[in-house]
């Protein structure tokens, strides 16, 4: 919802004040001025702030607040000694090293362009203009840098470095060191380089870091007995996938927070859009209505209606895209219900799988949609907002969710589908909805060149999966993370926990071969 960002940051001062008082017997300045300048900012907003009822504010979303914040903090200037790493040590601009003396002088960026800067001409008042109307040619600048070079430089310490690339390009040597070089001739330059080498080396010294062990690919083994003992078919993917989600979510019990106030997101509206059309699957089992696109608009506005009073911006854009899917959704519709008797929409299913001892694994799932046909045949319909899983990916076992459906209402999982409908295996389809195109059934078939059929295929992932469950949950097999690189899914919530950046910058991503 809306919030009062003036007043949040007033409360945000009095939660923070406490982090960011000095130590006791330390003051402010000891304490740091970057964290006295945050402080004082603290003090000035608590202070200010008129936080009763109907005094100014500015509305806003929670997740508003820190670009908010981060404007008034910009705002404020830290003097130029908050970054002196030494009290001996000042890091000094043109201007301010002409009035100042010091033992020792470091002259950095000693590159063209840089020392000294690029004359500049300007687009409107060429040399014979600006030298009619009083003003100092371009190359003043050049010549005010050079006599500042010299300054600097003739001191009896005096450091000059220069950076061989800057953005990751090459630079070319500032005019004045050039001019210095010829002036001094080789054998004084190369006497000069070789003392400053000692400087160079210990910066690489500084810089240099301990050799580290590149981390290792996590693969925990709590023991069979912390095998969890019920899946649904979407997590058996995830556990095809990137079995150290399941380890970090069953094993662990680690479930992975929201950000405060995030708003509605793609799941959201994927979870809307399958229950209105839940809803109206339900509400009319035996046959179409009359009006259905009226019907489907109905129950869309009062879904939607959820959101439209917190998020407006997300409800002008889910309800014309809704709109949109209404038409395309009608005429699929129709075109589907001829061939169907009977129809369940969100019906729950599950099949055990035995281990050993009496022990045994429960595989469920949710079905959008079962349709039974006059014939007693089955099909199976997944309603997807996102991407749609390639027949590849389902015929090799890492998009498994349909094919295994299919072999839970094969075996009798769903309790409302007749016998005669568990005789065949059913026909399986996506049906993606809510993108560019309002609405697109995807066929899950075996894939171009695969001489095995869509039952096999079920039959072999039942078997594996069936391999699988019994490599966890009594032979105690290691839970990998991303053990096929190429198939894993692009965001994980545990990949921070598994610590993937580390080591496949390490070299461990290396792609495995799915067995």
Same mark, same amino acid.
């Given at each position: 919802?809306?919030?009062?960002?003036?007043?949040?940051?007033?409360?945000?001062?009095?939660?923070?004040?406490?982090?960011?008082?000095?130590?006791?017997?330390?003051?402010?300045?000891?304490?740091?001025?970057?964290?006295?300048?945050?402080?004082?900012?603290?003090?000035?907003?608590?202070?200010?702030?008129?936080?009763?009822?109907?005094?100014?504010?500015?509305?806003?979303?929670?997740?508003?607040?820190?670009?908010?914040?981060?404007?008034?903090?910009?705002?404020?200037?830290?003097?130029?000694?908050?970054?002196?790493?030494?009290?001996?040590?000042?890091?000094?601009?043109?201007?301010?090293?002409?009035?100042?003396?010091?033992?020792?002088?470091?002259?950095?960026?000693?590159?063209?362009?840089?020392?000294?800067?690029?004359?500049?001409?300007?687009?409107?008042?060429?040399?014979?203009?600006?030298?009619?109307?009083?003003?100092?040619?371009?190359?003043?600048?050049?010549?005010?840098?050079?006599?500042?070079?010299?300054?600097?430089?003739?001191?009896?310490?005096?450091?000059?470095?220069?950076?061989?690339?800057?953005?990751?390009?090459?630079?070319?040597?500032? =005019? /004045?060191?050039? +001019?210095?070089?010829?002036?001094?001739? %080789?054998?004084?330059? &190369? $006497?000069?380089?070789?003392?400053? #080498? !000692?400087?160079?080396?210990?910066?690489?010294?500084?810089?240099?870091?301990?050799?580290?062990?590149?981390?290792?690919?996590?693969?925990?083994?709590?023991?069979?007995? =912390? /095998?969890?003992? +019920?899946?649904?078919?979407?997590?058996? %993917?995830?556990?095809? &996938? $990137?079995?150290?989600?399941?380890? #970090? !979510?069953?094993?662990?019990?680690?479930?992975?927070?929201?950000?405060?106030?995030?708003?509605?997101?793609?799941?959201?509206?994927?979870?809307?859009?399958?229950?209105?059309?839940?809803?109206?699957?339900?509400?009319?089992?035996?046959?179409?209505?009359?009006?259905?696109?009226?019907?489907?608009?109905?129950?869309?506005?009062?879904?939607?209606?959820?959101?439209?009073?917190?998020?407006?911006?997300?409800?002008?854009?889910?309800?014309?895209?809704?709109?949109?899917?209404?038409?395309?959704?009608?005429?699929?519709?129709?075109?589907?219900?001829?061939?169907?008797?009977?129809?369940?929409?969100?019906?729950?299913?599950?099949?055990?799988?035995?281990?050993?001892?009496?022990?045994?694994?429960?595989?469920?799932?949710?079905?959008?949609?079962?349709?039974?046909?006059?014939?007693?045949?089955?099909?199976?319909?997944?309603?997807?907002?996102?991407?749609?899983?390639?027949?590849?990916?389902?015929?090799?076992?890492?998009?498994?969710?349909?094919?295994?459906?299919?072999?839970?209402?094969?075996?009798?999982?769903?309790?409302?589908?007749?016998?005669?409908?568990?005789?065949?295996?059913?026909?399986?389809?996506?049906?993606?909805?809510?993108?560019?195109?309002?609405?697109?059934?995807?066929?899950?078939?075996?894939?171009?060149?695969?001489?095995?059929?869509?039952?096999?295929?079920?039959?072999?992932?039942?078997?594996?999966?069936?391999?699988?469950?019994?490599?966890?949950?009594?032979?105690?097999?290691?839970?990998?993370?991303?053990?096929?690189?190429?198939?894993?899914?692009?965001?994980?919530?545990?990949?921070?926990?598994?610590?993937?950046?580390?080591?496949?910058?390490?070299?461990?991503?290396?792609?495995?071969?799915?067995?």
């Amino acid at each position: 919802g809306r919030t009062d960002l003036v007043a949040l940051s007033a409360r945000h001062a009095e939660c923070v004040a406490s982090l960011t008082e000095p130590a006791p017997g330390q003051s402010r300045e000891e304490d740091g001025r970057d964290t006295a300048a945050l402080s004082d900012l603290f003090d000035d907003l608590s202070l200010s702030v008129d936080i009763r009822p109907g005094s100014a504010s500015v509305t806003g979303r929670f997740a508003d607040y820190p670009a908010f914040f981060a404007a008034l903090a910009r705002d404020r200037t830290l003097p130029p000694d908050a970054w002196t790493a030494h009290p001996g040590i000042q890091i000094l601009g043109l201007l301010e090293a002409r009035l100042l003396g010091a033992d020792r002088v470091v002259l950095g960026g000693l590159d063209e362009t840089v020392w000294p800067p690029a004359s500049r001409t300007d687009a409107f008042l060429n040399r014979p203009m600006r030298t009619g109307l009083g003003l100092t040619p371009p190359e003043r600048r050049i010549g005010q840098t050079a006599h500042d070079f010299v300054q600097a430089v003739c001191i009896p310490d005096a450091i000059v470095t220069r950076a061989r690339k800057r953005g990751g390009k090459p630079t070319v040597p500032s =005019r /004045f060191l050039e +001019r210095m070089r010829a002036f001094v001739g %080789e054998g004084t330059w &190369r $006497d000069a380089a070789t003392r400053g #080498a !000692r400087y160079l080396h210990l910066a690489e010294a500084v810089d240099a870091s301990a050799t580290v062990p590149p981390v290792p690919r996590p693969e925990p083994r709590p023991g069979p007995e =912390r /095998f969890p003992r +019920r899946l649904s078919v979407t997590e058996i %993917e995830t556990l095809v &996938r $990137d079995p150290y989600g399941i380890f #970090a !979510r069953h094993v662990l019990r680690l479930e992975p927070l929201d950000p405060p106030a995030l708003p509605p997101g793609v799941a959201e509206r994927g979870t809307l859009l399958h229950r209105v059309l839940a809803d109206f699957a339900s509400a009319h089992p035996a046959g179409l209505p009359d009006d259905a696109e009226n019907v489907l608009l109905r129950l869309g506005a009062g879904a939607l209606a959820e959101i439209a009073d917190a998020y407006p911006e997300l409800h002008a854009l889910w309800w014309p895209a809704f709109r949109r899917l209404v038409p395309a959704f009608g005429e699929w519709e129709r075109e589907r219900r001829g061939g169907i008797a009977a129809l369940l929409a969100e019906r729950s299913g599950a099949i055990d799988i035995a281990l050993r001892d009496g022990d045994a694994f429960r595989l469920t799932c949710r079905a959008d949609r079962i349709e039974i046909g006059p014939d007693g045949s089955a099909a199976i319909v997944d309603f997807k907002t996102g991407r749609v899983p390639t027949n590849r990916e389902m015929a090799v076992g890492f998009s498994p969710q349909l094919t295994l459906e299919a072999a839970i209402l094969m075996r009798g999982g769903f309790a409302e589908v007749p016998d005669a409908a568990r005789r065949a295996v059913p026909r399986l389809d996506y049906v993606k909805i809510g993108g560019r195109v309002p609405l697109e059934p995807v066929p899950v078939l075996p894939p171009r060149g695969d001489a095995r059929s869509l039952g096999a295929i079920v039959e072999e992932h039942i078997g594996g999966l069936e391999s699988l469950v019994r490599r966890y949950a009594v032979e105690g097999a290691g839970y990998r993370s991303r053990p096929y690189p190429q198939y894993a899914r692009r965001f994980s919530p545990y990949d921070h926990l598994s610590r993937v950046k580390e080591w496949s910058l390490a070299g461990e991503d290396e792609e495995e071969t799915a067995g």
